[in-house]
């Protein structure tokens, strides 16, 4: 299924200084692993034993079907001159070439839904962690506040442009993340030495295993983010290979961490893995570094929404005041709503059910099976029937379980004690 790619025509698009395939890596990483490793475990123990598999399932999937839209975007930047230079909405200008303006406005509202989603999580479990780690030395300030403090924080690093201009972050969250997983896992092993009961587990019903399958897709589906880290790279045509290198370093990441915490912890696993193991010295240095990952992944995942709002309010691409504002409102907002819904598991499930599968196991197939079949001037691309039967079957299978792991967070936010009050009531009648 090798595409040959005209580097003449894609010059144009690539960045001399642009991201090389390792720190492509580091960015895909940065972006995907963090909140996987907290929410994971209990996923699993919702899903059963073969909530593992589908760990190794979707990770795989997840890898072929970013390499196919790298592959898309290729065939984008090889066809059309208009996009050849700087684009700051690369996945819905994939979609508008295929499908036209409907194709377009559907992963953009994807997008925009599942990356905000993502933020909201971020800064929630950022913010449980760090008053999870000062009320252990009596400093008790209110998880709501520190939502405000956090998000104040990070929306001066909002402001950064492009992923090419804050490689470090992405490192920074990547290196967190390889620290606390290994902790983590030494943690839950002390765990399990000092336990002496028997483990009991769950058995999982409709609701709890497409709800635990909508967060395992949230964990892998780093998707729409993809091409905008694939625009910034040296060689677009690599991108590929960055996607392999990330995919198995988050199952290096995410298997070990999830496999004991199921069988070490069964029923007793909290949404979030953090809240389940002993206290300690090991734990501290968890949530210390989880929360530097969760606050770097907050920049990284936020840059494509903001950049696609910028091109759309025709926004400089040149730093300015325009930029910061923008920005600083779409803090706010997602600040707004991490207020309005405390709760990060609900809105994991609801996302990673919805708008992360179809736009990590849906739309690239589509999209790339349909840029195959397009004839204009440029060459046709042959692809054998066993690569289009695959491509087929990920889309068949990821809009049934799509739509089953959406209903079942619907009908889980619906249940009663689903929802946390809102940290603005909490407030207000703490001030009256």
């Excluded at 933020?119 to 999870?132: C, K, T, W, Y």
């Excluded at 889980?412 to 207000?428: D, H, K, R, S």
């Amino acid at each position: 299924m090798a595409v040959n790619y005209d580097k003449d025509l894609l010059v144009q698009g690539n960045e001399p200084h642009g991201l090389t395939i390792w720190t492509a890596a580091v960015f895909i990483v940065g972006e995907i692993a963090g909140s996987g490793v907290l929410a994971l475990p209990s996923a699993v123990e919702g899903a059963g034993w073969i909530g593992l598999v589908l760990i190794l399932l979707c990770c795989i999937i997840s890898a072929y079907t970013g390499d196919v839209l790298g592959r898309a975007w290729c065939l984008v930047r090889e066809r059309y001159e208009e996009y050849q230079g700087q684009v700051r909405y690369p996945y819905p200008a994939i979609g508008e070439v295929t499908y036209g303006k409907p194709g377009r406005y559907l992963v953009s509202f994807s997008i925009n839904f599942t990356l905000f989603g993502v933020s909201v999580v971020f800064l929630l479990l950022a913010s449980e962690n760090i008053q999870s780690l000062l009320a252990d030395v009596h400093a008790n300030v209110s998880f709501c506040y520190w939502l405000i403090i956090v998000a104040g924080v990070l929306t001066p690093l909002s402001w950064l442009g492009t992923p090419k201009d804050f490689w470090p972050v992405a490192i920074g969250a990547t290196v967190a993340t390889s620290i606390a997983c290994v902790v983590l896992f030494s943690n839950i092993l002390v765990d399990n030495h000092h336990n002496h009961h028997p483990v009991v587990h769950t058995p999982p019903g409709f609701l709890t295993f497409f709800t635990a399958f909508g967060t395992i897709c949230f964990a892998f589906g780093g998707h729409p983010a993809f091409p905008t880290f694939q625009a910034d790279m040296k060689d677009e045509s690599k991108f590929g290979r960055a996607v392999f290198f990330a995919y198995m370093i988050v199952l290096a990441m995410y298997l070990p961490v999830s496999t004991v915490g199921y069988f070490v912890y069964g029923k007793k696993l909290d949404p979030n893995v953090l809240k389940t193991v002993s206290s300690g010295p090991m734990l501290y240095v968890v949530e210390i570094v989880i929360t530097i990952h969760l606050l770097c992944a907050f920049i990284i995942v936020l840059n494509p929404f903001a950049q696609e709002l910028e091109e759309i309010f025709k926004i400089p691409k040149a730093f300015g005041i325009k930029r910061c504002l923008l920005r600083t409102g779409i803090v706010a907002v997602v600040l707004f709503v991490a207020e309005s819904i405390p709760h990060f598991g609900a809105i994991l499930a609801l996302v990673g059910g919805s708008t992360t599968t179809l736009l990590a196991y849906v739309l690239p197939s589509l999209f790339y099976l349909k840029l195959c079949r397009m004839e204009g001037n440029w060459e046709s691309v042959h692809i054998p029937l066993h690569i289009k039967l695959l491509n087929y079957e990920i889309v068949f299978v990821g809009v049934v379980a799509g739509a089953a792991s959406t209903y079942s967070a619907i009908a889980g936010l619906a249940q009663p004690g689903a929802f946390t009050v809102p940290c603005y009531v909490n407030i207000t009648a703490a001030m009256g």
